[in-house]
């Protein structure tokens, strides 16, 4: 959900960086480790582990990103 948001607000690289980071990075080597060690319930669970940790990076990262730009807002209006 995070990627079509980000997506709106014309920040098509962040979205790319989360997108990637859910499916590649994080996804297929824990589908692959739990895959081999539980079987077919780690590739479920390997699923809904990476959504959530990509949530939580998600949002420490729109939560940077935020506060950069009030910054940027800060100091062009004054």
Do not use: D
Not at 11 to 20: E, K, P, T, V, Y
Not at 62 to 73: C, F, M, S, T, V
């Amino acid at each position: 959900m995070t990627c079509y948001a980000l997506q709106g607000f014309s920040r098509g690289i962040s979205s790319l960086i989360i997108s990637a980071l859910r499916q590649v990075i994080i996804l297929l080597p824990l589908a692959s480790i739990l895959g081999k060690a539980i079987g077919i319930n780690g590739i479920w669970w390997s699923l809904l582990i990476s959504e959530t940790v990509t949530v939580i990076l998600a949002i420490i990262y729109l939560g940077i990103a935020e506060k950069k730009e009030l910054i940027k807002l800060r100091w062009n209006i004054q």
